[in-house]
């Protein structure tokens, strides 16, 4: 029986893995929460300078810096010890993003590229220039167990995040069936199943893959008040600790590598 992310919360362990990185989380508008996740507590927030909203954040391990995606579409880098940002482009081809609909923001390590989707749109950008390429609408292997159901793409990480990698995957939370996915063709936004959470996914979700220098990969969810640790090879729950500090639903994530 799929259990809710409540259920999960009620038996969870008081300490998360021993863990170096920091975690910051994207909460209302444009404010950062910065999380230890040896601890799944917020240590300190900081305000955003300079936008009216962020659609997400993400960690660019090719300039080792932080970015930010506007509600204007611009892509700015942050500093998240103040929330200072500089501009780095505006995307040339802006995305239509229904209202309240989910949008993601998440660099691909390998190429250096940003992916962008909303909805089934999935487009791939340039930060640097805000070339946008449009991709191929999100969509289901055909031969997927799920090919049938809605795909609701909720959040998206790619592994081996940490320097210029030689090859990375793209992972993907589906909130209609609380299942972990990969997106096996990128470009052509093809998606198959992986596994299910183990948990009823409520509410937004914020997700990413923290990858050591070692490359050791470690997926890290936020979904329902808890933070969570996903097995990339089943998709599976396998730790939840409750999130301590945060006021606010955390709608987006990234780790900050240890420096």
Do not use: C
């Not at 200072?84 to 209202?99: C, F, G, Q, R, V």
Request: net charge negative.
């Amino acid at each position: 029986m799929t259990r809710t992310f409540a259920a999960l919360l009620a038996t969870a362990a008081f300490a998360a893995p021993a863990f170096a990185e920091t975690a910051v989380g994207l909460t209302g508008d444009r404010t950062l929460v910065m999380i230890d996740p040896a601890t799944a507590a917020v240590t300190g927030t900081v305000e955003v300078q300079g936008v009216t909203r962020l659609h997400g954040i993400d960690y660019r391990p090719g300039t080792m810096t932080l970015i930010g995606v506007t509600d204007e579409q611009a892509i700015v880098t942050i500093d998240p010890a103040t929330g200072a940002t500089t501009a780095l482009s505006t995307m040339n081809t802006k995305m239509d993003i229904a209202e309240g609909a989910t949008v993601i923001v998440d660099v691909n390590p390998a190429a250096d590229r940003l992916r962008f989707m909303s909805g089934s749109t999935n487009h791939r950008v340039n930060m640097d220039t805000g070339e946008v390429t449009v991709d191929g609408a999100l969509n289901w292997d055909g031969a997927d167990a799920n090919a049938t159901a809605a795909l609701n793409v909720g959040a998206t990480a790619y592994s081996n995040s940490y320097g210029k990698p030689e090859k990375t995957a793209m992972y993907n939370i589906d909130t209609g069936l609380s299942a972990l996915l990969q997106q096996t063709a990128p470009n052509d936004g093809t998606n198959a199943s992986i596994g299910q959470l183990g948990a009823t996914v409520e509410g937004p979700v914020a997700f990413d893959i923290a990858t050591s220098a070692d490359g050791t990969n470690t997926a890290w969810l936020v979904a329902n008040g808890g933070l969570h640790t996903v097995d990339l090879a089943t998709g599976a729950v396998t730790g939840t600790w409750e999130l301590k500090g945060s006021a606010d639903p955390i709608r987006d994530l990234t780790v900050l590598p240890a420096m």
